[in-house]
Nanobody, 125 residues
Framework: QVQLVESGGGLMEAGESLRLSCTAS????????MGWFRQAPGREREFVAS????????YYADSVKGRFTISRDNAKNMVYLRLNSLKPEDTAVYYC??????????????????WGQGTQVTVSS
């Protein structure tokens, strides 16, 4: 497993933008597919975005496609999520996750074996 720490959450207004960061420990960061998930109050944790090991491919949930952007910098052991045009329904705890097995295109939580502690994003209407 890799140790992950998220940062960058906060209180926002609808239409504003935010960037979340995830810092990973270890020397094998580039061997992991990285994903962002979120969990809103009363809801199950859901897929937001993922990026392949070398950053060649990215995938997004339909609800955020065109608004959010995932990226990674393997030299810095970091992955990012930029959230543009925020909506109240984006309010959730956002989690960074890593998996060593399985396809990067999968939206399932299956295979993600390392998780950060989460960072809160709250969007007011």
């Amino acid at each position: 497993q890799v140790q992950l720490v998220e940062s960058g959450g906060g209180l926002m207004e609808a239409g504003e933008s935010l960037r979340l960061s995830c810092t990973a420990s270890g020397r094998t960061f580039s061997s992991y597919t990285m994903g962002w998930f979120r969990q809103a109050p009363g809801r199950e944790r859901e897929f937001v975005a993922s990026i392949s090991r070398l950053g060649v491919s990215t995938y997004y949930a339909d609800s955020v496609k065109g608004r959010f952007t995932i990226s990674r910098d393997n030299a810095k052991n970091m992955v990012y999520l930029r959230l543009n045009s925020l909506k109240p329904e984006d309010t959730a705890v956002y989690y960074c996750a890593a998996k060593s097995l399985g396809a990067a295109s999968s939206t399932s939580l299956l295979g993600y074996d390392s998780w950060g502690q989460g960072t809160q994003v709250t969007v007011s209407s």
